[in-house]
């Protein structure tokens, strides 16, 4: 079971979407608009509290893409805030990125790290219109990773 503990921490650290190319998320006039946040947004309840995440996109209402960043370290340690700088830098190039907590695993076995991520992408699917994010009805297909190791 470590060996697939690991495996699956390596995996799935961060999903991205998209409807639109990523070279319509790098416009260079995004870079002069300001970040909107929106900081510790509850999108699923466990016994062991609250999950949350954190948003970030260029303060306007144009669609865009949206990125899931979710931090490293194995499944067992780090928060949501070790995402913040690569949020706000995608944020910046006219990206909506998403911050998010997941159970770690000292306080829920597996897979529940991987229901929390799904919840989070649940949450934003049925958000993505308060949030400006391309289609909100997603699929497998557009899902892509990033990786930030700890």
């Known amino acids: ?12 650290v961060a ?4 409807s639109g190319s990523a070279a319509e998320g790098l416009a260079g006039s995004d870079r002069d608009l300001p970040v ?8 699923a309840e466990h016994a062991t509290g609250p999950l949350l995440l954190d948003v970030f996109r ?6 865009r893409s949206a990125v899931l960043c979710l931090h490293g370290g194995f499944w067992a340690k780090g928060s949501k805030k070790f995402m913040h700088p690569l949020a ?3 944020a910046d190039r006219g990206y909506v990125a ?5 159970r770690l695993s ?14 989070a992408i649940r949450y934003l699917r049925e958000h993505a219109d308060e949030y400006a994010i391309y289609g909100g009805a997603l699929d497998a297909k557009e899902i892509a990773g990033i990786y930030e190791r700890r």
């Open 1 to 12: 079971m470590g060996k697939l503990h690991s495996l699956i921490g390596y995996v799935v």
């Open 15 to 18: 999903c991205a979407f998209s």
């Open 36 to 43: 909107k946040k929106w900081l510790d947004v509850t999108f």
């Open 58 to 63: 260029p303060d306007d209402d144009e669609l």
């Open 88 to 90: 706000e830098d995608l």
């Open 98 to 102: 998403i911050s998010s907590n997941y």
């Open 106 to 119: 000292g306080v829920a076995p597996a897979p529940a790290q991987l229901h929390d991520v799904q919840a």
